[in-house]
Structures are given as C-alpha cells and as structure tokens.
C-alpha cells in the first residue's frame, strides 16, 4: 500500500508569489491535515480536510488555504509569500473513524524556500 | 491551552543501551491521547506508540515502551537497545478527544534529536 505522497518535494519561490501544494493521502484514508515545520516554532497545524470538506482549522491568516476533491487528494496554497513562510509542509492522513488511538501517516514534506 | 513540553533538546545515548526521551503535557480534559513520532532526515514523520488517558497500563510496542505517570503530566518515551538507525527527531504529541469529530489536529512539543553513538 502506497504511503503518503507529497509533491513537489521541494520548492523555491520569491515573496509576493503565490504556490501549491499538493497530496495524496494513502488509498482508503478520509482524512487530510496540513502542517508547518519550523526551526522556531516546530510544528503547528495548519487545517484538516474530511470529505471535501474544512473540518478544523488551526491559527493561520487567510492567505494559507486548502481544499480537497473527491478522491480525497489535497491541495494547500499560500498566497502573497513572506519570508517567514519558508518552512517544511507535511500533510499527513487517517481514516478518520473517531478513534482515540487513530494515528496520522504522514508524508515527507514539501521543502519551500521563499527568497 | 493544551501544550506539550519536551525538555531535552539533544541526548546522545550508546549503542544497545536504553535512553528516555522525557515529555511533559499540560490539559485540563479528562480524555486526550498521547503520541510519539519519530522524524528521521528525510523528514518523515513515523508514528511510534501511543497512550490513552484511559489507559491503565502502559503501552508498549516492540522496543518502545511509554512511561505514563497521569497524575504528573508526563509521558515519557522509552527506547531499549538502541541502535544506530534510532538516530532521528522525536516529538511528543496529544490529541484532544473532545474535538467535536475532527482527529487531524495534533499539538506536537518541539523535539528532541537523539543521537547514538557506535
């Protein structure tokens, strides 16, 4: 079963420009949530996705955003870069079944620089 | 706030020895879960083992075992024989039970690198 797939692994942009990013969850997970890895804030929750919809949402302004489509794959995009958003993006899946003990598989991480 | 509390930035530890990576939560809900990853360089983050609130007894899973001291807030990560491939990041996260369905949403500590030496 293939895992957690994230693309593009990594990612170069300039302030002002706006990116995407993408994910594949593993085949039968409902689930999608995003995170941002820094050195100095470790790892904060951006939002999660649960049939197609937003379902939690974590302390981020409005140009971090996200949607995910039918077959569950998600997409995360961050408008206006600032330098600060360089960071790793990991998005991780479940199968969302309630469970107290439900673990997140994540994926590798999407790199972004922005310079 | 739910806040989780990893102390030890760094640990170096011997080969086949074991080494207690120490975690700290802050909650004031009765039910919540307890988590550890494993970050290796390639950055993924690999679940490990995880504790109940609920959980009387400790949970282990191979090498790993958790050392849950409830009313302390403490949840620490146990790893017997160490070996040279242990060598990564591990974060102590939590999860909210009381999170109106959404299980996405983990508060993670910052960390800490372990390192073992040959």
């Known amino acids: 079963k293939a895992g957690v797939t994230q693309t593009p692994r990594y990612l170069i942009k300039t302030r002002g420009q706006q990116v995407t990013l993408s994910c594949s969850p593993i085949?039968?997970?409902?689930?999608v949530s995003w995170y941002q890895q820094t050195p100095g804030q470790g790892l904060q929750f951006l939002f999660e996705?649960?049939?197609?919809?937003?379902?939690n949402k974590g302390n981020f302004p409005g140009r971090f955003s996200g949607r995910q489509f039918s077959n569950s794959r998600s997409e995360m995009n961050v408008s206006t870069l600032e330098l600060g958003d360089s960071a790793l993006y990991l998005c991780?899946?479940?199968?969302?079944?309630?469970?107290?003990?439900?673990?997140?598989?994540f994926g590798s991480g999407t790199q972004l620089s922005v310079l | 706030a739910q806040k989780i509390t990893q102390t030890q930035p760094g640990m170096f530890v011997q080969e086949k020895e074991a080494v207690t990576l120490d975690c700290t939560y802050d909650?004031?809900?009765?039910?919540?879960?307890l988590f550890w990853y494993k970050q290796p360089s390639s950055g993924e983050m690999i679940f490990l083992i995880y504790?109940?609130?609920?959980?009387?007894q400790n949970a282990t899973e191979g090498r790993y075992s958790l050392n849950f001291q409830k009313a302390r807030k403490s949840a620490n990560l146990v790893i017997s024989a160490s070996q040279l491939g242990d060598s990564a990041m591990y974060f102590c996260?939590?999860?909210?039970?009381?999170?109106?369905?959404?299980?996405?949403?983990?508060?993670f500590g910052k960390g800490t690198k372990l390192s073992v030496k040959p």
């Open positions: 996705y649960f049939s197609e919809t937003q379902r």
């Open positions: 996260a939590m999860r909210d039970m009381n999170y109106g369905g959404s299980q996405g949403n983990l508060i």
């Open positions: 991780a899946s479940s199968l969302a079944e309630g469970l107290a003990n439900e673990k997140l598989f």
């Open positions: 909650t004031s809900d009765q039910s919540y879960g």
């Open positions: 504790q109940g609130s609920y959980d009387e």
């Open positions: 085949s039968g997970h409902r689930s």
